[in-house]
């Protein structure tokens, strides 16, 4: 019956709600005091459990088929149980999200489930935590698991069953600060940038009360969050990832960083796209960050393609005849040292790299995710005393290096003209030096563009070099408004500093009169 006092329909409407909550309550205790026995070995239940029970839903080539839990993922799950922290690093398409979605529901509705479990999964963004969500109830309505109750708002939604909840949390600063969870599952964390330490950090204190876990299943990209993650000892991580520059159509690194090559993912899908960046390069970094799991952004422009450089490897280096020119960057305590030469008149190439020696190499190498330890032994790298490279003594070994060799031309990044004319007088080298900024775009371009001229025309010969491709691996390219390309150091992730010192090369080069080029004639266009 209808109430003409507001205030009287209102305790009305209160009461209602409290009867409502009062007959909820009951049910939910009731269900609750079910005695779900806990496992002996709970990842191996719950492979068994996902094996028997799930199923892979529609859209899916293999849809009906069994959902088990590849064998790298079980052995992750295994070594991870009683982790505070564990990580999972491997490329994408290699049943990521179906991993995330095969626990969720153990703990909601299979073996693993208890009184009042609460977990969550938070990703990058909004879209790809809903993505999840949807996956999971995909996965649950083919398998026919009963008891569930799939909510789409508010977005990106929660899944509820009558022993626990899953919470799909919005990647913003306060996520999971005010909430308790069991589990936490964070996906892609190494697409995540710098401003989402807030984020991890409110993730990782929302399992404190319950003595819970967090869980990371992600491609490595370059967030430097993830970075952190991989080399902490006290997280477990498993790590797929393919060798740092390896080539595009290495199938060994196909499935260094692809677990479920052939099973899950189809190498079919790999030759066809290694066959498509070859006529695309700017898709490279893409394929190497999702599809090889490298360290690196899938979105960044690198100067050129590692197997680009490769296709100028020679056994055999022709000869140091004729003039020479020389380019350097001096590098500070965490930066390198470098110098690179070029013979114009046979299109020889050497490198040479150099750091302190404190902190350790292997701490750099860590903190760099660079293999500066293959690099000293190949010859490409040297140590010197100290936390600084003495650019003195490193020019002057670069002169006795290149024993007695007309050097007509060199140049240096114009950033430190002052400190670097010091060096050289305490060096007591007088080549003929050149500043400029290089990177900063105020020559249009000319030194990258000379210098991916000779890569690209062959027109340069250099051994194997570990140090070079590294550092293309890592290189980024900005671009100013007329398109216009410069190395960007501030974006680039690890040393670029050998590769900036042959960008200097190059352009020394494509600044010589053509009769003085020889093998070089052509790239300045």
Known sequence: MPYRDPAAARLANRDRQRRFRARRRTKTTAAQVVDFPTPADPVEELAAWAADVLRVPAGHPRAGEPMALPAFAVDFLRAGWEAHESALCIARKNAKSAICAVLALGFLAGPLRRPGWRGAVASVNREKAGELRAQIEAIARASALEGLTFRASPYPGKVLSDSGALEVLSSDRSAGHSSSFDLVIVDETGLMPERSRDLLAGLRSS???KGGRTMHISVRGDSPLYAEILHNPAVVTRTYEAPAGCRLDDE???????????TIKSASYMRAEVRRIRGAPGDEPSFRAYDLNQSLSPT????????DLRACFV????????PCVLGFDCGEAT???AAAVAWPETGRLETWMAYGDVPPIAERAKRDDAPYGQMIQRGE??????????????LSDV????????VVKAAADGYKDSEVRDYLDRAAVRWPIQFRRVGAGKDGGADVRAFQRLIL??????????????????STLRRDANGNPALDRATSRGRIDVLSAVVIAAGLVARMPKRSRGAFIGVAG
């Open 207 to 209: 399992v404190s009360a």
């Open 252 to 262: 060994d690194a196909w499935r260094a960083a692809n677990p479920g090559l052939g």
């Open 300 to 307: 960044r422009e690198m100067v050129c393609s590692p197997d």
């Open 315 to 322: 056994e055999e280096l022709p000869p140091r005849s004729g």
């Open 335 to 337: 930066s390198a040292t």
């Open 381 to 394: 790298l040297r140590l010197y005393p100290g936390r600084v490279v003495p650019v003195a003594g490193f």
């Open 399 to 406: 002169e006795a290096e290149l024993g007695g060799c007309r």
């Open 457 to 474: 025309d062959r027109r340069i010969a250099l051994r194997p070099n570990l140090s070079l491709v590294a550092a293309i691996t890592k």
